[in-house]
């Protein structure tokens, strides 16, 4: 979208919510902004957005720089 938040925007957002956590949550979100929080939980360039999975309706676990999807 022309006028809308481009990937360093979102970077930036995720970012400052991730560093406001107090501690463990439950985060409720859309595939990219998922995508987002997991290569930066998870420590990893934001270059390998596109090779993080989503699965429509799952719990994507990220705990000590792992992911897991519960079913």
Do not use: C, W, Y
Request: hydrophobic fraction near 45%; proline fraction near 7%; aromatic fraction near 4%.
């Amino acid at each position: 979208m022309p006028t809308g938040e481009n990937f360093s925007g979102l970077e930036a957002r995720v970012r400052s919510f991730l560093d406001d956590l107090p501690g463990p949550a439950l985060i409720v979100t859309h595939g990219i902004t998922l995508r987002m929080f997991r290569v930066i939980a998870m420590g990893l360039p934001v270059s390998q957005i596109a090779q993080m999975p989503v699965k429509q309706g799952a719990v994507h676990l990220v705990k000590d720089g792992r992911h897991s999807i519960l079913n």
